[in-house]
């Protein structure tokens, strides 16, 4: 009698991510768009400043230009020789006079402080300044900001509000990025049925809606992509498979949720290895486990391939953990695409630590610890809405309330 083949290990959440990373292939095609439409997208090439940012030493305050030298005493009364507003030029500043100045103006030649216009009383066509100015304040230095000829923006970078108004502030109207990601997804089960198309009072035992449609296609526009949604495909061997091939004609990556069990009426990891090539593993994460990750064929090339569990948490988490930073790989961004996690007081108790890499839905609560979803059931997806993000609880791990747990906000997993 054959001794029983040993079940593969899981791989660490970890291991799993670092496959992933290490097989993405950036879209490598570049258009170049205008600034103010490039939100969200990433960038092809360097971007270098071609000027100084100030262009000129300028005014922080509204108040008054002076030779720091004439006001050294703390209190003088100096004479209005100039009134300077923003975008105005002034000419040099004569000894014991001061320039009326406001926010953003240049300094004129010869002043080296501005005293704000609380600290000066202006009677007539003098002012009187209380205050002892020294050197340079007040003043943003020509170049403070950006020098010309300075990168301010790296090739691979995930061009946010920020990113587009430095690209803006030294006359970038246009920028190189690459192509969007074009995402197919579909999904598989007999029992899924659409919002609107049954009404819940005529739901079939069994029949269950679409939820994953809705969160996988919201996950994927706030990351920009291009999608094809396939919709809901048939339990059918040969269905799967013709999905398969015209999802992978004009996609980089081809999404699906469900079917990634090996039971009959799974279909997708013997579709996948008759279109392509397919690793199915089992990770040990909390909720998630089994996820599908290959490539599917076409014409002069392949298309990747996730599949997720059907389970709508599960769905939910292992876009998140994994999909995530894949996803943000093949847009060519090359710097961190792990989220950030902090270091939160749980206000809970975990008595027992699963054998998996548990990521547990979580609120922060008024006194800023984290209060826990009292069900961690993958298929409770008001777990998700509740909740502010995800405590990462290494397998095993038991947690009293007062310890320290790594958290992840949703709001650094989902953009």
């Known amino acids: 009698m054959n001794a029983p083949v040993p079940k593969a290990p899981m791989l660490s959440v970890r291991e799993a991510l670092d496959f992933l990373l290490e097989a993405a292939r950036p879209v490598e095609q570049v258009e170049t768009i205008p600034t103010l439409e490039a939100n969200g997208r990433v960038l092809a090439a360097d971007q270098l400043a071609t000027i100084d940012v100030p262009s000129a030493d300028n005014t922080q305050m509204d108040g008054y230009a002076v030779r720091a030298e004439d006001c050294a005493n703390g209190s003088a009364t100096l004479k209005v020789s100039q009134r300077i507003p923003a975008g105005s030029v002034g000419h040099e500043l004569e000894p014991g006079t001061a320039a009326r100045i406001f926010t953003g103006a240049l300094i004129p030649p010869s002043a080296d402080a501005v005293v704000m216009q609380e600290q000066a009383e202006a009677v007539g066509d003098s002012v009187t300044i ?6 340079g ?8 900001d950006i020098s010309s000829g300075a990168v301010i923006l ?3 970078s995930r061009l946010r509000s920020q990113e587009l108004g430095l690209a803006a502030s030294v006359g970038l109207a246009s920028l190189p990025v690459r192509r969007r990601l074009r995402v197919a997804v579909f999904f598989t089960g007999d029992e899924l049925t659409m919002p609107g198309d049954v009404p819940p009072e005529g739901l079939k035992p069994g029949a269950i809606y679409n939820s994953n449609r ?16 396939f919709g809901i495909v048939p339990d059918s061997l040969q269905a799967t498979r013709a999905t398969l091939r015209e999802a992978a004609r004009e996609n980089d990556l081809i999404i699906t949720s469900g079917g990634v069990s090996v039971g009959e009426e799974d279909h997708i990891k013997p579709a996948v290895e008759a279109e392509g ?33 059907g389970n709508p948490v599960s769905s939910f988490v292992t876009f998140l953990l994994f999909v995530r930073p894949f996803l943000l790989r093949l847009q060519g961004v090359t710097g961190q695409v792990e989220p950030q996690g902090y270091t939160v007081r749980a206000d809970f108790e975990l008595p027992k630590g699963d054998r998996r890499n548990e990521f547990l839905r979580a609120r922060l609560n008024a006194g800023g610890g984290l209060d826990l979803f009292p069900n961690q059931s993958s298929g409770v ?24 747990v790594r958290f992840i906000p949703f709001a650094e997993l989902q953009y």
């Open 130 to 135: 209380h205050h002892a100015p020294r050197a």
């Open 137 to 144: 304040e007040w003043i943003r230095r020509k170049g403070e």
């Open 154 to 156: 790296p090739a691979g």
């Open 214 to 229: 809705f969160t996988l296609r919201g996950l994927l526009e706030n990351f920009g992509c291009e999608i094809s949604d």
């Open 277 to 309: 090539r397919l690793s199915m593993w089992q990770i040990a994460v909390k909720p998630g486990k089994p996820l599908a990750f290959g490539e599917v064929r076409r014409d002069g090339g392949s298309a990747f391939f996730l599949g997720l569990p």
């Open 381 to 404: 997806l008001t777990s998700t809405v509740w909740g502010d993000g995800l405590v990462d609880n290494p397998a095993g791990n038991r947690i009293a309330a007062g310890d320290l």
